[in-house]
């Protein structure tokens, strides 16, 4: 197993979100969690990369069988977990090569790998822009500062196809996106779709669905999976919402 | 009935009057030392000196820096040595005094004269320097000399060292200036004013690097402006223990523009205050003020900019802005911008924000496998870098952002 994550309780500011929640992502498979606005969606993903502030009063996350919550955002990453964020954040006065430059190079080093060199970097940002139609003079400006919504995706999937990771989490990626888009950054994720590689897909809407087809679909509510099915269960959902659902965990 | 009260004079304070009476000088170096006399150091009930009180903070006044023997000349010149060039011809000040045999020959068009150069003494620091400096090193630019890049050097040794330059751009000049304090140790008690006058439609992009560990600096620019000039300061200060910079700049012709930016990289109990005045005497003026600090552990920060609009000086357009990250719970940002506005034809504004590191950011950077602390340092230079971009001249913001990353190796490290 992946990512199996065990009766996980989270709280913040003492509210609880998530509440015994139970999931488990099998190596190559491509899992999609819906639900309500509100169920917990995000805080499970942010749980995962280990954003702070989430109190975890239960539970926990497996990732290939050793223990996540003990980790640090950057150990997990180097570990080869991966959030595509709902909101990339800002960071002014970083140009976004340095960034990528960075991240490439922190992680191979946590692995005991050395530093890529300079021309070996370039091609493989020059490579992955070229396939999500990234303008490459963007890549010189400050980490998502001034990018539309559709280029701060675009250049999440990119950071993504830049730092291979196992276990790729994409919080709302649809979100903010025009049909065009939709479709590049969709492209984008299932270039990288293979056998060891598994995804978590984070949605509101079958939409993405369409582009990324789940080998499976939980719903959540509630802070917790309420049911699991096939890619059929998103077009139900589609059709009759989450009112059936929203009962089933109360 | 009338009480005098008496100030006592603190230990400090009885050295300056003790070393001013030995050198027995007369006219206008005695009168200056008079009204500093008179009032004594600043202390915090001087509202200019609120946050920084000199009098407590100077607990012994170092003695005089001597004139440059041989032996400190080629110390001096050791110093120098690495230091990479800045400007084209280098000007060098060793202890406050003009070291010809370790500066630049001047550019054709530009003297360099010693002469005594005066100037309104009404503030501690200026009275201080007014009655101790040695000669003042005058620039004088001719009025056909081409663009003028010079590199101020001061080297610093021991003691209580004064230095004072006065420059005049002539009309239309063009004129670069990186101006660098360095040598300085924590027995060196620093106080350097420069006179700056920039004539009509002339220019002058100055330059200000305080990275040496002075146990005090004290700097004081005096900037006139004419009408249609321009003048720009970067200041990169991060090093002495006590930094006070006070510009005191005015517009006496219309149309000039100013812009004072700076940045202040402060940890341990290092103290840094940027004190300055624009004064618009003329209309269609614009002033610019923008500072930012990073300040970690225990050290302060301050920054008290007012901007006078005298009546007359309308459409003035200024704009103030004042931005601190704070590393630490213990440190700390005292922000005092003022606007004083006489005139009712002007646009004028003020900014200032205190924060931490933003986690949001952090937090970003580590999901993508980067180090907390390397993460940090990414945003502390950036947070630097992106001031350091207000300096025109490139080989001069290179100097600054190797001085920036300096520092933050050294935090790390």
Same mark, same amino acid.
């Given at each position: 197993m992946m990512l199996e994550v065990k009766n996980l309780s989270v709280s913040i500011h003492d509210q609880p979100?998530?509440?015994g929640l139970n999931l488990k992502v099998e190596p190559g498979q491509v899992a999609a969690i819906m639900g309500p606005n509100g169920s917990g969606k995000s805080t499970l993903s942010y749980v995962i990369a280990g954003?702070?502030?989430?109190?975890? =009063?239960g539970g926990e996350i497996l990732f290939d069988g050793e223990? %996540?919550?003990?980790?640090e955002p950057n150990e997990r990453a180097a570990k080869g977990v991966f959030l595509a964020f709902q909101y990339p954040v800002e960071i002014p006065g970083v140009a976004t090569m340095t960034f990528l430059k960075a991240s490439l190079n922190a992680q191979r080093r946590a692995r005991g790998e050395g530093d890529l060199t300079t021309p070996d970097f370039m091609r493989q940002v020059k490579t992955a822009a070229q396939s999500l139609k990234v303008?490459?003079?963007? %890549?010189?400006?400050?980490?998502?500062? &001034?990018?539309s919504g559709g280029e701060k995706k675009r250049v999440e999937i990119l950071q993504m196809a830049l730092l291979q990771p196992r276990l790729c989490v994409l919080d709302? =990626?649809?979100? &903010? %996106?025009d049909i065009d888009a939709l479709r590049i950054v969709s492209e984008g994720v299932n270039a990288l779709r293979d056998a060891g590689r598994s995804f978590l897909v984070i949605t509101h809407y079958q939409r993405l669905l369409d582009h990324i087809k789940p080998d499976v679909v939980h719903v959540m509510s509630k802070g917790r999976i309420v049911k699991t099915g096939g890619a059929d269960l998103a077009l139900e959902l589609e059709r009759n919402g989450y009112r059936d659902y929203s009962e089933a965990a109360a | 009935m009338t009480s005098h009260v008496s100030r006592l004079r603190t230990e400090a304070e009885t050295a300056l009057e003790a070393q001013f009476a030995a050198l027995d000088l007369k006219g206008a170096r005695s009168d200056a030392f008079a009204a500093f006399s008179a009032k004594g150091l600043p202390s915090r009930r001087d509202e200019a000196w609120h946050y920084t009180d000199l009098r407590a903070a100077l607990k012994h006044a170092a003695p005089l820096a001597k004139a440059p023997d041989a032996a400190r000349m080629q110390a001096a010149g050791a110093t120098l040595q690495p230091l990479p060039r800045v400007g084209e011809t280098r000007l060098v000040l060793v202890d406050g005094h003009y070291a010809p045999s370790l500066s630049d020959r001047a550019p054709p068009g530009v003297t360099f004269v010693l002469a005594e150069a005066t100037t309104q003494a009404d503030d501690a620091l200026l009275a201080l320097n007014t009655a101790f400096a040695p000669a003042a090193l005058g620039v004088e630019i001719a009025a056909e000399a081409g663009p003028v890049s010079l590199e101020i050097v001061h080297i610093d040794g021991p003691g209580a060292v004064y230095a004072r330059i006065a420059l005049s751009a002539p009309k239309r000049a063009v004129v670069a200036v990186f101006e660098r304090f360095e040598g @300085?140790?924590?027995?060196t008690q620093r106080n350097a004013v420069a006179l700056i006058d920039v004539a009509e439609g002339a220019s002058c992009e100055w330059t200000t690097l305080v990275a040496d560990a002075a146990a005090l600096h004290l700097e004081a620019p005096v900037v006139r402006l004419a009408g249609d000039a321009r003048f720009t300061n970067f200041a990169l200060v991060c090093g002495p223990a006590l930094a006070r910079r006070q510009i005191d700049a005015s517009h006496?012709?219309?149309?000039a523009k100013i812009a004072l930016n700076g940045l202040s990289l402060i940890d341990g109990v290092r103290h840094a205050d940027t004190t300055l005045t624009v004064r618009h005497s003329a209309p269609h003026g614009e002033s610019r003020e923008f500072f930012r600090h990073i300040v970690a552990d225990e050290a302060v920060g301050v920054y008290q900019g007012k901007v006078i609009v005298d009546?007359? @000086?309308?459409?003035t357009d200024g704009g103030m802005k004042s931005q601190a990250l704070l590393l630490s719970p213990n440190a700390q940002m005292n922000n005092k911008p003022e606007l004083e506005i006489f005139a009712d034809d002007v646009v004028c504004g003020h900014g200032a924000t205190v924060a931490a590191l933003d986690p949001e950011q952090i937090f970003y950077l580590q999901a993508r496998g980067i180090v907390r602390a390397d993460a940090e340092a990414m945003l502390l230079e950036a947070f630097g870098i992106e001031a350091i971009e207000?300096? @025109?001249d490139e080989k001069a913001r290179d100097a600054l952002n190797e001085r920036l990353r300096d520092w933050l190796k050294r935090r790390a490290g």
């Open positions: 979100i998530l509440d954003k702070p502030d989430y109190e975890v =009063t223990n %996540l919550l003990a980790l303008d490459f003079d963007m %890549l010189k400006r400050p980490v998502n500062v &001034g990018f709302e =990626t649809d979100s &903010g %996106l | @300085a140790s924590r027995e006496s012709g219309p149309g009546q007359y @000086a309308q459409k207000r300096v @025109a």
